[in-house]
């Protein structure tokens, strides 16, 4: 990866239980319906080279079936190789970097993933179950 | 509204049948996985003061749960006063407006919405079945 590069990623969440008849304006107490994004706390579940900021989930807004992420990689950071039982759908913001994405959902042996550039101002979709790792 | 304002929405979808065990690299043949957003074709389905791209989802990339929408508002005009069965989370990319929400699912009778101030750099999110507008 050539240099540092942003992420929006889009989850669908297990069903968490919120009462389905209250409108929850925010299920965090004092904060707002609508919120700048400006100050929103980073994290990077102690991966270096990650800045993770939830930009609406489960936690602040009781959202049972999408989350919204910001993510910045620095440069030679990468993703898990890794899969998920949602759909992803991925913002390239800023920066350059490789998606690798297995062929098949139902290989039967280890084979060579697909290589895709990623470039700023460009998107692209990771299918439920699809072995992928972004670099 | 103030000025033109640009919107990202994010919609769960109903199921469509696209094979499990295929990775589905492009629904539209000759579109790459990968794509630039410059240049995607925009949309007002006849309402004018629109314009509608659809960055991800069903028909491009086969997706069954969620989409990805970047949006475009004229000054004065609007969404309907509407709801619909997924969940949405917004971001404001420019200008400013103003959210209506119901304030419960249940109500009997019409009653005032709350409403919102929006702004440049600000998020929010619609819980499934609220009824809602952007103005």
Redesign the interface.
């Known amino acids: 990866m050539s240099a540092i590069f942003c992420l929006l990623l889009?989850f669908?969440l297990s069903p968490l239980k919120v009462p389905?008849?209250?409108?929850?304006?925010c299920l965090i107490k004092g904060l707002?319906?609508?919120?700048?994004?400006?100050g929103y706390p980073q994290n990077n579940f102690g991966r270096e080279g990650l800045s993770h900021i939830t930009?609406?989930g489960a936690v602040l807004?009781?959202?049972?079936?999408?989350e919204?992420w910001l993510q910045t990689f620095s440069p030679g950071s990468r993703t898990p190789i890794h899969r998920h039982s949602?759909?992803e759908?991925f913002?390239v913001l800023k920066g350059s970097g490789t998606?690798f994405?297995?062929?098949?959902?139902?290989m039967r042996q280890p084979a060579k993933p697909?290589e895709?550039?990623?470039?700023p101002?460009?998107?692209?979709?990771i299918?439920?179950n699809?072995v992928h790792q972004v670099y």
């Open positions: 889009f669908l389905a008849h209250q409108i929850p304006h707002p319906l609508v919120r700048n994004l400006s930009i609406a807004d009781g959202l049972k079936e999408v919204l949602c759909e759908i913002v998606l994405l297995a062929p098949d959902l139902h697909n895709f550039s990623i470039f101002n460009s998107t692209f979709s299918p439920v699809a």
